[in-house]
């Protein structure tokens, strides 16, 4: 089943968050969710690099995420440095993030 567009934009959403205010990631781990909460595809690799760079206890920023995930082998398919800029441009704080996730969660229940 294809998935639907709000998930995919509450999963970019949620992602740019996370990149505003890192204590995101940790409190998503800490409830036990990891990258597996993003559909497959480019969203999930990004949400896979910023759960490593936390679990190493660096910050998720504009250097350490295309690093990670150059590291990786995602970076090309995810778009480069301009796809990391758009992400990071989408939001100005991180303010709506519990509901991005709470979508995102949806849509992660739905593919289960």
């Known amino acids: ?4 567009a709000p998930t995919l934009d509450a999963e970019a959403y949620y992602l740019s968050c996370c990149l505003c205010d890192n204590a995101l ?13 993003f559909a497959p595809g480019r ?7 910023m759960v ?3 679990e190493r206890g660096e910050a998720v920023n504009h250097v350490t995420l295309p690093d990670e995930m150059r590291a990786a082998g995602s970076f090309w398919a995810f778009g480069e440095d301009a796809a990391i800029v758009d992400l990071m441009t989408l939001v100005d704080t991180s303010c709506h993030a519990k509901t991005y ?12």
């Open 1 to 4: 089943m294809p998935q639907e």
């Open 25 to 37: 990631i940790d409190e998503q781990l800490a409830k036990g969710y990891d990258h597996t909460i």
């Open 43 to 49: 969203y999930r690799d990004v949400g896979k690099a």
């Open 52 to 54: 490593s760079i936390r």
């Open 101 to 112: 996730l709470r979508i995102v969660l949806d849509g992660y229940s739905m593919r289960r």
